[in-house]
């Protein structure tokens, strides 16, 4: 199974959160807290580097608002299928103005 690095990095940092916290560590804000329960598989190095990325307000802030949006999420799927733009716009004008979808 094809995995995205972020899902895998995103498992590594919860991975290790959750060894610091049954080594009796409170894994707070700061992140530098789990630098010692790298994955076994990873540089030192890097997982350092990725510490100190995940502990700047800008990845902080974004990772707020992007947990705020999945939690939005609504409606349903995209069910129009696979159509060119011409198809569409004859759809869109035969059953109603073009700009009543936008």
């Known amino acids: 199974m094809k995995r995205k690095i972020k899902d895998v990095l995103s498992r590594a940092r919860e991975s290790a959160k959750a060894a610091a916290r049954n080594a009796g560590v409170e894994v707070g804000d700061d992140l530098s807290v789990i630098i010692p329960y ?3 598989w990873m540089g030192a190095q890097i997982w350092e580097t990725l510490i100190q990325y995940w502990n700047t307000k800008e990845w902080k802030d974004k990772s707020t608002q992007n ?3 999945r939690g939005k999420s609504t409606g349903g799927k995209h069910t129009l299928g696979s159509q060119t733009y011409a198809t569409l ?5 035969r059953y109603g103005s ?3 979808f936008c």
């Open 89 to 93: 716009k004859q759809k869109m004008v």
């Open 98 to 100: 073009f700009f009543s």
């Open 38 to 40: 790298k994955p076994r």
């Open 67 to 69: 947990k705020s949006n």
